[in-house]
């Protein structure tokens, strides 16, 4: 499964009407953590295939998203479940980290 560029003309499809839980990625590309955990993030996709989605927001493409969810560091992973966040963490995380959010 591809990582899905989510932003706030998607964001109800993909996330709060998901049926599975949905992992996103709030990061940046000026970011160097962020681009420490984004092939981690990739490879949690493909290893959640068909369980669960994921989700990259650019916070400087999507700033209303990051202000929603109140994201004041990047990157910070956040698992959605039925519309609802159920799991927060900022900063790199490891893929076993990543995969027990995700539950």
């Known amino acids: 499964m591809s990582v899905k560029t989510l932003t706030k003309d998607n964001f109800t499809t993909e996330v709060?009407?998901?049926d599975q839980a949905v992992l996103l990625d709030f990061w940046a590309p000026w970011c160097g953590p962020c681009r420490m955990v984004?092939?981690?993030?990739d490879q949690v996709a493909a290893e959640v295939d068909g369980r669960a989605k994921?989700?990259?927001?650019n916070v400087d493409e999507q700033p209303e998203l990051a202000a929603q969810f109140g994201v004041m560091s990047i990157p910070t992973?956040?698992?959605?479940?039925q519309g609802k966040a159920v799991?927060?963490?900022?900063?790199?995380?490891?893929?076993?980290?990543?995969?027990?959010m995700l539950g």
């Open 54 to 57: 994921v989700g990259k927001v």
């Open 38 to 41: 984004s092939p981690i993030v």
């Open 77 to 81: 992973l956040i698992v959605m479940k």
């Open 16 to 18: 709060l009407q998901s």
């Open 87 to 100: 799991a927060t963490r900022v900063g790199v995380q490891s893929k076993q980290a990543i995969l027990n």
